[in-house]
């Protein structure tokens, strides 16, 4: 697959699966912009993909408006145009009814409210390019799991959205998403739990496949559904989670 010429955008670019789709973009000759809020680990991957490509690193906080706009501004004024965006960017927390709205927000605010307005800056740059968008929602946007009811629905909510902008966007652009089961990452890390390092291997072992997957098999997803093989693809949610929807 080649994406020679290419400009793709990869939200939550910094570390985790963002990371690895940027660096797998960027293997395929992509232009990358990589999005988040680490500097360090942002100048860290925009490296590794300047070794294959060109790269530019945002710094930005998607929960801000203003933020978002800028990221739109600074991939055109750099590289002209948009072909690819991948809203990746994403938190989990735990969550549990009787404690209210605050972590509500915090998780409506990154996983879904970030995603709609960076698309919706996105969208008249992706039609000129006949470009398309991919989603990174969740397995648990398909089914509830204990204590992360919120991100559930956060994720669920994403869905939908996928499959509204394939619609309201074809047949100028394609809108699909994926849904990974656990991958090896530090979300739980980043989510500041206790023992956050062992949650996610704990979620791989409860999956049919008894593992997690790693962030080189999503990125494998994203590089298919960004590509012309997937022409006739929109409006989709792919799961990939070991079995653990099944389970
Ligand atoms: N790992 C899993 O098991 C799993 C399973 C299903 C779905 N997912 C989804 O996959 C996506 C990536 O998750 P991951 O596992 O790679 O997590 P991760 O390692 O914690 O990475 C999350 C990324 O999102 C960025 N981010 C978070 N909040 C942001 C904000 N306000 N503004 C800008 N960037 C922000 C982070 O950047 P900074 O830290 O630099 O801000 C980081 O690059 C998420 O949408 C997640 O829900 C993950």
Redesign the pocket.
């Given at each position: 697959m080649d994406f020679k010429n290419k400009v793709v955008i990869v939200?939550?670019?910094?570390?985790?699966?963002?990371?690895e789709i940027a660096i797998q973009f960027a293997k395929q000759s992509a232009k990358v912009v990589i999005?988040?809020?680490?500097e360090e680990?942002?100048r860290n991957i925009a490296e590794q993909c300047e070794g294959q490509g060109e790269a530019l690193a945002i710094k930005?906080?998607?929960?801000i408006d203003s933020e978002v706009e800028r990221v739109v501004e600074e991939t055109i004024i750099r590289f002209g145009q948009i072909d690819v965006l991948i809203n990746?960017?994403?938190?989990?927390k735990n969550t549990k009814i009787q404690e209210g709205i605050p972590n509500y927000d915090k998780i409506f605010n990154?996983?879904l409210r970030?995603v709609y307005l960076l698309t919706s800056l996105a969208v008249p740059h992706l039609i000129k390019t006949k470009g398309n968008i991919i989603n990174?929602?969740?397995?648990?946007g398909q089914k509830i799991f204990p204590t992360l009811t919120v991100y559930c629905m956060s994720?669920a909510a994403l869905d939908m959205f996928t499959k509204g902008l394939a619609v309201e966007l074809a047949p100028s652009v394609r809108a699909n998403a994926i849904n990974?089961?656990?991958?090896k990452?530090?979300?739980f890390v980043?989510a500041g739990l206790e023992g956050g390092e062992t949650v996610?291997d704990a979620?791989g072992a409860a999956t049919l496949l008894g593992k997690?997957s790693a962030?080189k098999e999503i990125a494998d997803m994203a590089l298919y559904l960004a590509s012309d093989k997937a022409n006739s693809i929109t409006g989709s949610t792919f799961v990939i989670d070991n079995g653990f929807i099944l389970k």
């Open positions: 939200t939550g670019g910094s570390c985790g699966i963002g990371a999005v988040g809020r680490n680990r942002l930005a906080d998607l929960t990746n960017a994403g938190i989990v990154t996983n970030s990174i929602s969740s397995a648990a994720k990974p089961g656990p991958v990452t530090d979300i980043h996610i979620y997690c962030c």
